[in-house]
């Protein structure tokens, strides 16, 4: 007879929210803290529906044409970075500008801005659509071509002999692999980046499910719909042979999933906060789980400083520093 619901829950390590993220979110609470509501965001300042519910209901409008915002207005730029045509429009229209950009999306610009003086052109491996994706491409005016699969890769015709490459930050690490070999084969003088453009933590929370995965019956993940890396986290789980869910949150559980499959894995998207977390593992305990135990991983420690004129240090270290 098959068991009723989930016994153990094992937790991904790392999971949840990435240094990119928290500043983000804090931007946005300084900025309402220091001028007062309300404080504009152009997109979803990261991409959970959770968060930006959050932040609307203490003061933030999120726009995505800046003609919504008014003259004098404080606007964030989301931490999916923005074209140049956007901050152009920014600045001409007089805004109070704070940039919440992942300065991890933030080093891709700056390369591509330098490597496009020394006349590159570029290879972007990104999801079409994807705000970060029409930042990164709307640094330059042309000369950078978006591939989705290795497929795409022969439809690139560059002008010229000078040919780089950069990705999405969010992107599932096995297929950019895939995707960036097609770019090799086709370009085999192609620029790579020094480092790799997928973030850290995309990386760190990809590589605890593959650990996660093959250990339990079922694996659940806190995400929104439009989170990139989430997204990603259950496709992975799901090529690793997992049965897979991606959820916004507790009330999304089905009851039907853990008949049967009494281990269940729990992880998060970088955009996804704690509390929601906290909130799934209350049910699953209400559903009958009576373990739950994190399992071993990478400990992040990584901290992105504020903007100028909110602040020298985040109110993370603030708080430690007065513990």
Sequence with gaps: MPTPGPQEVLLAEPRGFCAGVDRAIEIVERALARFGAPIYVRHEIVHNTYVVNDLKAKGAIFIEDLAQVPP??????????????????ARARGFQVFDATCPLVTKVHVEVAKLAREGYEFVMIGHKGHPEVEGTMGQLSAGIYLVETAADVAHVHPRGDKLAVVTQTTLSVDD?????????????????PKKQDICYATQNRQDAVKVLAPAVDV???????????????RELAERLGAQAHMIEGA???????????PRVGLTAGAS???????????RLRELGATSVRKMDGVIENVHFPLPRGLGDRSMAESASSRS
Aim: hydrophobic fraction near 45%.
């Design 219 to 233: 694996v659940v993940v806190v995400g929104s719909p439009t989170s990139s890396n989430s997204n990603r986290l």
């Design 251 to 261: 009330q999304d559980l089905q009851p039907a999933w853990f008949a049967g499959r």
């Design 72 to 89: 004098g207005a404080t606007l964030v730029f989301s931490a999916h970075g923005v074209s140049q045509a956007v901050r152009a429009e």
């Design 176 to 192: 950019a692999a895939e995707i960036m070999a097609e770019v090799k084969r086709c370009f085999p003088h192609v620029r790579e």
């Design 272 to 282: 996804a906060p704690d509390i929601l977390v906290q909130q799934v593992i209350n």
